[in-house]
Every structure is written in structure tokens, then in C-alpha cells.
């Protein structure tokens, strides 16, 4: 075998070192270009921005809550709760600040925008946050529980109540880094705070003017007590409103809404069992009183308030029946009304019924009821109109001429008829005068 050249050797080898150089650097390049991606990725983080323009109620808690599963199980760099409410229900508020304790992803809870609020239940949601903010022109306090008409809970119940509401708010804001003594006076005295003021007693972390603003200022910092690191300057955020659905639902567990339902439900179905066959009266009734029931059973009502309602309407319907010239329809209304005010239970919920709503209604109801009564007394008083003595009176057409006996027609039958005033021609018109023992008409002429 011949042996090869010198030159070719030289030029293989040439040809093998350029080869691996070129691999390599291809392999470099990739490196280089994967890791500056990994960057660019890492360097988007996502952010959940909740709107939360609410009270406080098992239908709102769902929502918020909902949110932040989400932010969990999406992975978010974290979830902002835009809050801005007046407070609400105590078991609700717990559900919310609880889904935020047990958060693996950061919840930053920004009072927002200028003139919003955190109040009442709101305070605990904001405490209960890995970050508390707020914006300019905003309040946040006023933690003390009331009753359900909106005053003050007596005596001893108050004192258990308040000192319950100290001890939770307390505990949220000191395991979170902040003013413990204040959120005391929150519940005890009603403190309420600026947003400048929350920050100098270290009330809330951050006063920011934008959301924007708020996470790039939050980037870097770390959670008190679960340690997370906020990575969030330049996040994309989402935006997340309440949809129509949960707002509907929101709706349908006003208390005023949920007495009109009632109203309607007993109305509707009153009239029905009265004129069996209208129909509409009874399906409108059915379909009041089952909405009625979605609020009742979201809400905490008072036992004692509902069964008020239900003696009012029996008092009602009995009236319709009994000789008591409205006594029982004014003992219905009554019962109504005081039923009405009670119906929701004084668990420290700004939850309640309007008195001029009420009242209204119960005027309106009144004033039905007297029409009915009015009707059934005159009905009462009026003669006897069953069987043949309906007939005197009536005014009837004769079939066959009366001479002095004939055929006459009248309420919608054929009578055999006589005339004691002379002969009348059939097609005249005759007045039925006595109805005699052999069911036979005596008529004059009409």
C-alpha cells in the first residue's frame, strides 16, 4: 500500500483541529443562548391581581378564595388582593384570612384605590397578609363587632365578642411583623388610621400610589413569618374581576331583597290558593320564596325572626277565613314587621334590613289585605245567592208564550214559567217574581 503524502497529512490534521474548534464553539453558543434565555424567563415573573369591591359574605369569600387556590396551583410569583370593603360576616372573613395563612404563594393585600377602605372584617384580611399596602387617600380600622342591626352588643356577649375579635386580630398582626397594640384598639376602641399614619405606627408595610409602583418596590423583600422572597418588579399581571354569575349571587342575599322575596312568595301563593288556576300568582310565589331561601340559607338568620314571619303569614291567611274583621291581619303585620328586623342573626355582621324597607312592605301588604277582607265581608253580608234562590230578580227571555204557563229562559237554563199578568209573547222579556214549591217561575213583564 502506497503511503500518503506529507502534504495530506498536514492538511487532515488541519482539517480535524478547525472541526473541533467549530463544534465546540457551536456548543458554546448554545449553552450561552439557553442560559440567557432561562434568564429572560426567570426575569418575567407573573403576578394575580384580585379586584375585591365587596362585603364580606360566603359569596365573596368563594371568589377570593377561588383566587387564591388558583395563584397556588397556576404557580403565580404571587397574588394581590385590591380591597376595598366595608367588612361583613365573621365565618366568611375567617375563610378568607385562612386561605391566605395557609398560601404558599406571597398574598400582598393593597387597600386601593384612593378612597377605598379595609374595614371591620377587612382589618383581618389585611393582617393576615405576607404584605400589607396601601394607597394614598385610604383608611383601614373600625374592627369593632355590632349586631346585626348595626349598635351595640350588650352585656356579657359583648365582652366575650370583643375580647375573642382582640385576641384573633392581635395574634395576625404580630406573627406578621406589625403593630400588635393597635390592632387591639381596633377592636376595642374602633381606631381607624390613614394610610400615612398605619405606616408610622407600622400598621401596614408599604404606602404605594399604583400597584405598578407597589411591586417594584416590593421586589427583593421577604415575608414575616413564612419567609418568602417577592420577586415582582416587571411581573405581568393579571387582572381578575367578579363574574356576572358570582355578582348575581352577591345580589340575591341583600336582606331587603331576601324580605321582598318572602313578601312575594306568601303573596303570590295566597292568591293562588284563593283563585286555584291563575297560575301566575302561584309561580311567581314558588319561584320568590325559593330565592328567598338561597339568601336565608347563606346568611346567618335568627330562628326567632323567621318564625315571626311564618306566624305572620298563618295569621294572615286565617283572617281570610274567620269572621275577625282584621284583627288577625293587623297581628300579622306586626309579626311581620318585628319578624323582618330579626330575621338576621347578631353575629358582628353589618348584615341587616332596612326599617323603611320594611315598613313599606308591610304597608303594601296592608292595604292588600284590606281590599280582600273588604271583598270577603261584603260577600259575607250579601243574600243568599245558591240554588234556585238566585234566580229571583233575574231578568229572563220567554222561549214559549205564557198563557197563562210557558217556557222561559233564564240564567242560562229553560224554566217552566207562569204569568199572572195576562198572556206574554215569546221573545219578550220577563222578571222572575217567586219561585214556587213545584219549581215553577212566576214572572211579570220587565
Given at each position: 500500500m502506497p503511503a500518503r503524502p506529507a502534504g495530506d497529512k498536514v492538511a487532515a490534521r488541519i482539517f480535524t483541529a478547525v472541526k473541533s474548534r467549530f463544534v465546540r464553539a457551536v456548543l458554546v453558543s448554545l449553552v450561552i443562548v439557553g442560559a440567557v434565555t432561562a434568564n429572560a424567563f426567570a426575569a418575567a415573573p407573573r403576578v394575580l391581581a384580585v379586584e375585591f369591591k365587596n362585603d364580606v359574605n360566603p359569596v365573596t369569600a368563594d371568589y377570593l378564595t377561588s383566587q387564591i387556590d388558583r395563584a397556588n396551583r397556576d404557580h403565580y410569583s404571587a397574588i394581590v388582593i385590591q380591597l376595598d370593603t366595608p367588612g361583613g360576616l365573621s365565618d366568611a372573613m375567617r375563610d378568607i384570612y385562612q386561605a391566605e395563612l395557609r398560601s404558599k404563594v406571597p398574598v400582598i393585600v393593597y387597600v386601593s384605590p384612593a378612597g377605598a377602605r379595609a374595614a371591620s372584617a377587612g382589618v383581618w384580611i389585611g393582617q393576615a397578609a405576607d404584605v400589607l399596602a396601601m394607597a394614598p387617600q385610604t383608611n383601614i380600622g373600625s374592627s369593632t363587632p355590632i349586631d346585626v342591626g348595626g349598635g351595640n352588643i350588650q352585656s356579657d356577649l359583648r365582652r366575650k365578642i370583643i375580647n375573642d375579635a382582640a385576641a384573633s386580630l392581635q395574634t395576625l398582626a404580630k406573627n406578621h411583623g406589625r403593630n400588635a397594640q393597635w390592632a387591639r384598639l381596633a377592636v376595642t376602641r374602633a381606631s381607624n388610621l390613614t394610610e400615612y399614619q398605619a405606616l408610622q405606627r407600622h400598621v401596614v408595610d408599604v404606602v404605594a400610589p399604583s400597584l405598578t409602583a407597589l411591586l417594584t418596590k416590593l421586589d427583593g423583600r421577604k415575608t414575616v413569618p413564612k419567609g418568602l422572597v417577592l420577586h415582582t418588579a416587571?411581573?405581568?399581571?393579571?387582572?381578575?374581576?367578579?363574574?356576572?354569575?358570582?355578582?348575581?349571587?352577591?345580589?340575591?342575599?341583600?336582606?331587603?331583597?331576601?324580605?321582598?322575596?318572602?313578601?312575594?312568595?306568601?303573596?303570590?301563593?295566597?292568591?293562588?290558593?284563593?283563585?286555584?288556576?291563575?297560575?301566575?300568582?302561584?309561580?311567581?310565589?314558588?319561584?320568590?320564596?325559593?330565592?328567598?331561601?338561597?339568601?336565608?340559607?347563606?346568611?346567618?338568620?335568627?330562628?326567632?325572626?323567621?318564625?315571626?314571619?311564618?306566624?305572620?303569614?298563618?295569621?294572615?291567611?286565617?283572617?281570610?277565613?274567620?269572621?275577625t274583621h282584621g284583627a288577625l291581619t293587623l297581628a300579622g303585620l306586626a309579626s311581620f314587621t318585628v319578624g323582618a328586623l330579626m330575621l338576621f342573626d347578631p353575629a358582628g355582621s353589618a348584615y341587616s334590613t332596612s326599617l323603611c324597607v320594611v315598613l313599606a312592605i308591610g304597608g303594601t301588604i296592608a292595604v292588600l289585605f284590606a281590599f280582600v277582607i273588604t271583598k270577603v265581608i261584603q260577600a259575607r253580608r250579601a243574600k243568599p245567592q245558591t240554588g234556585v234562590e238566585e234566580l229571583r230578580g233575574e231578568i229572563g227571555v220567554v222561549r214559549r208564550s205564557l198563557d197563562p204557563e210557558g217556557i222561559v229562559f233564564v240564567h242560562g237554563e229553560l224554566w217552566r214559567a207562569r204569568s199572572a199578568n195576562g198572556p206574554i209573547g215569546a221573545g219578550e222579556q220577563v222578571r222572575v217574581e217567586r219561585i214556587g214549591s213545584d219549581l215553577r217561575l212566576d214572572v211579570v213583564p220587565a
Open positions: 416587571g411581573a405581568e399581571v393579571t387582572q381578575v374581576h367578579m363574574s356576572l354569575w358570582k355578582r348575581i349571587l352577591d345580589t340575591l342575599i341583600d336582606p331587603n331583597l331576601i324580605v321582598l322575596m318572602l313578601s312575594l312568595g306568601v303573596l303570590g301563593i295566597t292568591i293562588e290558593i284563593l283563585h286555584p288556576g291563575l297560575i301566575f300568582p302561584g309561580t311567581l310565589g314558588a319561584i320568590s320564596l325559593i330565592t328567598a331561601m338561597f339568601g336565608l340559607q347563606v346568611l346567618p338568620i335568627s330562628w326567632s325572626g323567621a318564625l315571626l314571619m311564618l306566624l305572620a303569614a298563618g295569621f294572615l291567611l286565617a283572617d281570610l277565613y274567620l269572621p
